[in-house]
């Protein structure tokens, strides 16, 4: 099984629409959770950390399930300036401080 | 608002020949890193770097790869003899602490190996 799985996608989604990313991972130790995004040839940015009590940032909401070992993030009311790839980052998937990235989710946000 | 910088952002070196990546981290961070991303592949972590020694580093980590923090600004990764699987983009990052600090990246270096 791999560390940090993500439905590469995809998602293809009108303007204003609502969508939601999971991203699996295999070490039930793992630490701390980020979401990042990434525009073609670009680099990683930051979008947020994860918390274990869920956390908000605007039209985006990060999720923790520590029981079924997943994390998500909510988007809601897409924006065109939204399409981009959602990396999820676990720290400590591998067993130690490692970060691991998942592959990504594309998403595609059209008018 | 304060961010990572590396230089060259392209970077195009004959095979077998040695390069040298440089990153200025975030002036407050404390620990540094090196990742690379393949075309069309995932973010692989190099190595971290804490406290003027290597804290973690990959299996990508081998003796052809070495990393230095030459001054109190650079931090700087060394490729020898490189080979045309080298090609990649390489991202340096830092943060303020480990593993529970979000990382920031650089807008890294294009690495092509000819």
């Known amino acids: 099984r791999k560390e940090v799985e993500q439905d590469p996608g995809p998602f293809n989604v009108p303007e204003g629409a609502t969508v939601a990313f999971n991203c699996t991972y295999s070490n039930s130790a793992s630490q701390s959770f980020f979401w990042y995004r990434q525009d073609c040839r670009k680099e990683p940015k930051l979008l947020m950390s994860?918390?274990?009590s869920g956390n908000e940032d605007g039209r985006f909401t990060a999720q923790l399930n520590r029981a079924s070992q997943y994390i998500s993030l909510l988007i809601r009311d897409s924006k065109l300036s939204d399409s981009a790839t959602y990396l999820c980052?676990?720290?400590?998937?591998?067993?130690?401080?490692?970060?691991?990235f998942g592959r990504g989710t594309s998403l595609i946000v059209h008018p | 608002e304060p961010e990572v910088t590396q230089t060259p952002s392209h970077q195009v070196t004959q095979m077998g020949q040695e390069v040298i990546l440089r990153c200025v981290p975030i002036s407050n961070h404390l620990y540094f890193y090196w990742y690379r991303q393949i075309l069309g592949q995932k973010v692989e972590f190099l190595v971290s770097?804490?406290?003027?020694?290597?804290?973690?580093k990959s299996e990508i980590f081998d003796d052809q790869f070495s990393v230095e923090r030459p001054d109190g600004s650079n931090f700087t990764l060394k490729i020898r003899s490189t080979k045309l699987e080298d090609s990649a983009m390489y991202f340096c990052a830092s943060s303020q602490g480990t593993s529970d600090q979000p990382q920031h990246f650089g807008d890294g270096t294009r690495l092509s190996i000819l």
């Open positions: 994860v918390y274990s």
């Open positions: 980052v676990v720290n400590g998937a591998g067993g130690s401080y490692i970060p691991t």
């Open positions: 770097f804490y406290n003027n020694e290597i804290s973690e």
